[in-house]
């Protein structure tokens, strides 16, 4: 089984910048050169939508258009850690922030953290 821990959330003002960050732990899956980790986020009353995503392999990155520019997906490959750093943050960013991992790009997300609120004010 597979643990993924988020942290790094909280209360900011509009503008402002967080850093999130998301280990796991319990079962390797390095054996899998194909993974990838990946933050969703989920506000109250709406669908979870993606946010970014991260090969392990390779490091390339993803991002939905609506954070393009202002966050930046990163990973520690020694400590299996994920990092989602959020500049310039709005309002419309509020939600709690989920990571993720894919044991195959391309196939759904196999793992599933507990989240950590992110919470903008304007």
């Known amino acids: 089984q597979v643990q993924l821990v988020e942290s790094g959330g909280g209360l900011v003002q509009a503008g402002g910048s967080l850093r999130l960050s998301c280990t796991a732990s319990?079962?390797?899956?390095?054996?899998?050169?194909?993974?990838?980790m990946g933050w969703f986020r989920q506000a109250p009353g709406k669908e979870r939508e993606f946010v970014a995503r991260?090969?392990?392999?390779?490091?390339?990155?993803y991002y939905s258009d609506s954070v393009k520019g202002r966050f930046t997906i990163s990973r520690d490959n020694a400590k299996n850690t994920v990092f989602l750093q959020m500049n310039s943050l709005k309002p419309e960013d509020t939600a709690n922030y989920y990571c993720?991992?894919?044991?195959?790009?391309?196939?759904?997300?196999?793992?599933w953290g507990q989240g950590t609120q992110v919470t903008v004010s304007s």
């Open positions: 991260i090969r392990w392999s390779s490091g390339t990155t």
């Open positions: 993720a991992v894919a044991l195959v790009v391309g196939k759904g997300y196999d793992y």
């Open positions: 319990g079962r390797t899956f390095t054996t899998y050169n194909n993974y990838a």
